[in-house]
Nanobody, 126 residues
Framework: VQLQASGGGLVQAGDSLRLTCVAS????????MAWFRQAPGEDREFVTV???????YHAGSVKGRFAISRDSAKNTVYLQMDRVKPEDTATYYC?????????????????????WGQGTLVTVSS
């Protein structure tokens, strides 16, 4: 699976932004799809995941503001970012895995993903 992320840019605090991750090579219907982010000088962190069976989980820092969705017809995953904050500034990466985990919490670990997009930079000004 190849992943291509796009949609990043410079926005102001309080704005909305939608990131897009287009997959190719395989249909992602049966994949767990996630977004991670990495701020300058920081470790990569989990943002949100949409499981193959449509369960979602969000990091506490984005819960209620960010939403993940999938368009199977377009083989695309989206990250809708609302009411963004300066601390949301980071490079955002989409990730996918076709592996199934008995514990949903396993999907917050980046090491459990097999495919990664190249990242798209989001900068939020105050």
């Amino acid at each position: 699976v190849q992943l291509q992320a796009s949609g990043g840019g410079l926005v102001q605090a309080g704005d909305s932004l939608r990131l897009t991750c287009v997959a190719s090579g395989r249909a992602i219907n049966d994949y767990n799809m996630a977004w991670f982010r990495q701020a300058p000088g920081e470790d990569r962190e989990f943002v949100t995941v949409l499981s193959w069976d449509n369960k979602t989980y969000h990091a506490g820092s984005v819960k209620g503001r960010f939403a993940i969705s999938r368009d199977s017809a377009k083989n695309t995953v989206y990250l809708q970012m609302d009411r963004v904050k300066p601390e949301d500034t980071a490079t955002y990466y989409c990730a996918a895995t076709g592996r199934y985990y008995s514990m949903f919490v396993s999907l917050v670990s980046g090491g459990n993903y097999d495919f990664w997009g190249q990242g798209t930079l989001v900068t939020v000004s105050s």
